[in-house]
């Protein structure tokens, strides 16, 4: 059986060397479904509590919104850094409170100190959906991502590895320990 939720992104990107319009800075509102999939849960009758499905996300995936995100070899990366070290907000500013944690993959570079996103491929819908689900693939047991901005919509399966454990009074998943995170339940 499958859970299912959305998160809502808000962020400026363009296509750096590609011939039409998304080669200009712009800005989309995308939406983003992650699917996962397990046994149900009897202790709490469901797969995976969708809320925390969203925290779990979340967690990381708010360093894409209200961000920039360009590719690493965009010429517009320095310039915008060397803005934001002229205007002193490239370290952040007390009034940036909606940050994650930092994060570097082969595929992406979170920098939420300054709301920018650096990744390896041009941030299509498509490339979305890969950088999610390399963040998030040993948090959750997706099925399915789909990612919608603009005009664009990309969708993907992958194969689920296992059954996570998870604990029987709030449905998350355990820490490596057999702790639910949440309410400090035990694994029986």
């Given at each position: ?23 200009y800075l712009h800005g989309h509102t995308g939406t983003l ?19 925390e499905i969203k925290k779990t996300a979340w967690h990381v ?56 996103v650096v990744t390896k491929e041009t941030m299509t819908a ?63």
């Open positions: 059986m499958r859970s299912l939720t959305t998160l809502h992104l808000q962020y400026a990107h363009r296509f750096y060397n590609f011939k039409g319009e998304a080669q479904t992650i699917e996962v999939e397990d046994s149900i849960n009897t202790g709490v009758n469901m797969i995976f509590p969708c809320n995936l708010q360093n894409f919104d209200h961000a920039l995100i360009l590719r690493k070899d965009d010429p517009l990366l320095p310039a915008i850094l060397q803005v934001y070290e002229k205007q002193n907000i490239r370290n952040g500013t007390p009034t940036n409170t909606m940050t994650g944690p930092a994060f570097h993959t082969g595929l992406a570079t979170a920098y939420p100190d300054c709301r920018l498509e490339g979305m959906i890969k950088i999610v689900y390399d963040l998030l693939k040993d948090k959750l047991n997706i099925v399915k991502l789909t990612f919608v901005s603009g005009d664009n919509t990309a969708s993907c399966c992958f194969p689920v590895n296992g059954s996570m454990e998870r604990c029987p009074c709030c449905g998350i998943a355990l820490d490596s320990n057999g702790v639910c995170p949440k309410c400090g339940c035990k694994k029986a």
